[in-house]
């Protein structure tokens, strides 16, 4: 099955799925949902048997695919994942059948609190799956126009579930995160046509005579330093955006307070994902000279957005706004990683993508549970929780360990290499970041001591604990959050060979010594 398509029928299953659902009658919400979630395991299943085809000690791209899309102009479908694409894909579409699975709600047909009441369970469930198969497209692209034409696609889906089914200043939140994110992706489209002409001139001087939209072949390049500061610069601004970093972070916490909890897994966990994937993929590849040159002042404001993320997490009333600005926090974290140039820096950055989307996911769910149950999202209308609800106590105490970095979860592992490989080059970066550890614990542990410890609000009297179906829900993420935090070498097997790549291209334009550690060599061990 060398030959098989994987990627292209990974995109195709949750679009079908989409398909399916939009023609199936909207009364029929139990079928919707069960075809919903039937659709994203199938998903699942291929991605899984896809993942274990891959050989982490083989070509850097695997899995490839490359058909004529716009011949014209230079187009194509071209697909393809690395160690680093591959562990994001897998993280997606493990995260979307068990927000379907969160979402869906027995005792009411509104569908919980992610389906207010009047509002239709079939559009939901459709536009999730679309935002998958745009999420997957995203990640496996290795066509640059492609890859933006995914990155714009995301946008739909997300914008009408803030827009139509978010709280009560939802319209204002997606016009917000819309504007947002067509600005920075704007500023992207000019810097992809711009590559297309620097090469045609470029490949004409090898003899091809033609432009080309191809990863590999525009990294490749030897483009003008000028030049190549104003594409890095129109690149990177459409991924800070997405990221998000401080000064551009501030459509995240309206989006977050206004959007359902279940879609905010997906919104958070992995959509934001995109920005500093692409950030690493095509930022530090195809304009390498242009990324060491602004590497200071991306530290600067990586630093900044750690300090100041956290610092207005522990004054959030409202716990979707509060993990929001938690997530400022640990984004500026995986840029630090990104751009100190060092494998050690980048591999925990990479896992700590991964690990943040499982951690914050968790907590997304669990503050969804919480929503259903008590209909508010303000810290203060709960309190003593633990007391009513221990297994929902419980489960999320382990995410929000999760969260600040705990030796033994997964985040302690990504957060530990990423400052450990920062410190080796810009140790006042690293210095400053570690303030970013005291002050998580802070915020995560008077979030739960207000929220599930005191004395028990009358409110939550008869609160019921966690259900069989909101187990099945979040006890994988646990899992995976314990498991990773324990061993987590077999994904960063997967990872460092393509980081390595990554500092191999990033030094062909840099003749001063590099300190990158052991990292893609022996494998990161913390």
Same mark, same amino acid.
């Given at each position: 099955?060398?030959?098989? #398509?994987?990627?292209?029928?990974?995109?195709?299953? #949750?679009?079908?799925?989409?398909?399916?659902?939009?023609?199936?009658?909207?009364?029929?919400?139990?079928?919707?949902?069960?075809?919903?979630?039937?659709?994203?395991?199938?998903?699942?299943?291929?991605?899984?048997?896809?993942?274990?085809?891959?050989?982490?000690?083989?070509?850097?791209?695997?899995?490839?695919?490359?058909?004529?899309?716009?011949?014209?102009?230079?187009?194509?479908?071209?697909?393809?994942?690395?160690?680093?694409?591959?562990?994001?894909?897998?993280?997606?579409?493990?995260?979307?059948?068990?927000?379907?699975?969160?979402?869906?709600?027995?005792?009411?047909?509104?569908?919980?609190?992610?389906?207010?009441?009047?509002?239709?369970?079939?559009?939901?469930?459709?536009?999730?799956?679309?935002?998958?198969?745009?999420?997957?497209?995203?990640?496996?692209?290795?066509?640059?126009?492609?890859?933006?034409?995914?990155?714009?696609?995301?946008?739909?889906?997300?914008? &009408?579930?803030?827009?139509?089914?978010?709280?009560?200043?939802?319209?204002?939140?997606?016009?917000?995160?819309?504007?947002?994110?067509?600005?920075?992706?704007?500023?992207?489209?000019?810097?992809?046509?711009?590559?297309?002409?620097?090469?045609?001139?470029?490949?004409?001087?090898?003899?091809?005579?033609?432009?080309?939209?191809?990863?590999?072949?525009?990294?490749?390049?030897?483009?003008?330093?000028?030049?190549?500061?104003?594409?890095?610069?129109?690149?990177?601004?459409?991924?800070?955006?997405?990221? #998000?970093?401080?000064?551009?972070?501030?459509?995240?916490?309206?989006?977050?307070?206004?959007?359902?909890?279940?879609?905010?897994?997906?919104?958070?966990?992995?959509?934001?994902?995109?920005?500093?994937?692409?950030?690493?993929?095509?930022?530090?590849?195809?304009?390498?000279?242009?990324?060491?040159?602004?590497?200071?002042?991306?530290?600067?404001?990586?630093?900044?957005?750690?300090?100041?993320?956290?610092?207005?997490?522990?004054?959030?009333?409202?716990?979707?706004?509060?993990?929001?600005?938690?997530?400022?926090?640990?984004?500026? &974290?995986?840029?630090?990683?990104?751009?100190?140039?060092?494998?050690?820096?980048?591999?925990?950055?990479?896992?700590?993508?991964?690990?943040?989307?499982?951690?914050?996911?968790?907590? &997304?769910?669990?503050?969804?549970?919480?929503?259903?149950?008590?209909?508010?999202?303000?810290?203060?209308?709960?309190?003593?929780?633990?007391?009513?609800?221990?297994?929902?106590?419980?489960?999320?105490?382990?995410?929000?360990?999760?969260?600040?970095?705990?030796?033994?979860?997964?985040?302690?592992?990504?957060?530990?290499?990423?400052?450990?490989?920062?410190?080796?080059?810009?140790?006042?970066?690293?210095?400053?970041?570690?303030?970013?550890?005291?002050?998580?614990?802070?915020?995560?542990?008077?979030?739960?001591?207000?929220?599930?410890?005191?004395?028990?609000?009358?409110?939550?009297?008869?609160?019921?604990?966690?259900?069989?179906?909101?187990?099945?829900?979040?006890?994988?993420?646990?899992?995976?959050?314990?498991?990773?935090?324990?061993?987590?070498?077999?994904?960063?097997?997967?990872?460092?060979?393509?980081?390595?790549?990554?500092?191999?291209?990033?030094?062909?334009?840099?003749?001063?010594?590099?300190?990158?550690?052991?990292?893609?060599?022996?494998?990161?061990?913390?």
């Amino acid at each position: 099955m060398n030959d098989f #398509p994987w990627l292209s029928v990974l995109i195709a299953l #949750p679009l079908v799925g989409a398909v399916l659902v939009a023609a199936l009658p909207r009364e029929r919400e139990a079928l919707v949902k069960q075809v919903a979630l039937g659709a994203s395991a199938v998903t699942l299943a291929v991605a899984l048997v896809m993942a274990a085809r891959f050989d982490a000690g083989g070509p850097r791209f695997q899995f490839t695919e490359k058909y004529w899309w716009i011949k014209e102009f230079g187009v194509h479908w071209a697909l393809g994942v690395d160690g680093v694409a591959l562990v994001l894909i897998v993280l997606s579409v493990i995260l979307v059948p068990l927000v379907i699975l969160a979402s869906w709600s027995e005792d009411d047909r509104s569908g919980g609190v992610d389906v207010p009441a009047k509002r239709s369970v079939k559009t939901y469930m459709a536009l999730l799956l679309t935002l998958e198969a745009a999420m997957i497209g995203v990640f496996a692209a290795t066509d640059v126009f492609l890859f933006y034409v995914f990155f714009e696609a995301m946008l739909i889906p997300v914008y &009408f579930i803030i827009g139509y089914y978010g709280g009560a200043q939802r319209s204002y939140a997606a016009v917000k995160f819309l504007l947002y994110s067509l600005f920075g992706g704007l500023l992207m489209l000019v810097a992809v046509i711009w590559l297309y002409p620097l090469s045609a001139k470029s490949t004409a001087e090898g003899g091809l005579g033609h432009g080309t939209f191809m990863f590999d072949e525009l990294s490749k390049m030897n483009i003008d330093p000028t030049t190549a500061k104003w594409l890095f610069l129109g690149f990177f601004a459409a991924f800070a955006i997405k990221a #998000p970093m401080v000064p551009v972070h501030t459509w995240l916490p309206d989006a977050a307070q206004q959007s359902p909890p279940g879609a905010l897994v997906l919104i958070v966990g992995v959509l934001d994902k995109v920005g500093t994937y692409g950030m690493l993929r095509f930022c530090l590849e195809l304009f390498p000279g242009a990324a060491k040159w602004a590497t200071p002042v991306v530290l600067g404001f990586a630093v900044l957005s750690i300090i100041y993320g956290a610092v207005l997490a522990i004054g959030q009333v409202d716990l979707k706004r509060l993990i929001a600005y938690t997530s400022v926090s640990h984004f500026g &974290f995986i840029v630090l990683g990104i751009f100190a140039m060092t494998s050690q820096g980048q591999s925990g950055a990479t896992l700590y993508m991964v690990n943040h989307g499982f951690s914050t996911g968790a907590l &997304f769910l669990v503050v969804g549970f919480m929503i259903v149950r008590r209909r508010s999202a303000r810290i203060g209308d709960y309190g003593g929780v633990q007391k009513v609800a221990p297994v929902l106590a419980g489960t999320f105490l382990v995410a929000g360990l999760s969260g600040l970095s705990l030796p033994g979860l997964s985040t302690f592992v990504s957060e530990f290499l990423v400052i450990v490989g920062t410190f080796s080059r810009y140790r006042w970066a690293a210095v400053l970041a570690v303030s970013g550890v005291v002050l998580a614990a802070i915020y995560i542990l008077w979030m739960y001591q207000r929220t599930m410890g005191g004395p028990k609000a009358p409110a939550v009297e008869g609160m019921r604990d966690l259900s069989a179906r909101e187990k099945w829900a979040v006890a994988p993420i646990i899992a995976i959050i314990v498991a990773m935090g324990l061993f987590p070498q077999p994904v960063l097997h997967v990872i460092n060979p393509s980081v390595k790549e990554t500092l191999v291209r990033v030094d062909r334009h840099d003749p001063a010594p590099k300190t990158t550690g052991n990292v893609a060599e022996n494998g990161a061990r913390p």
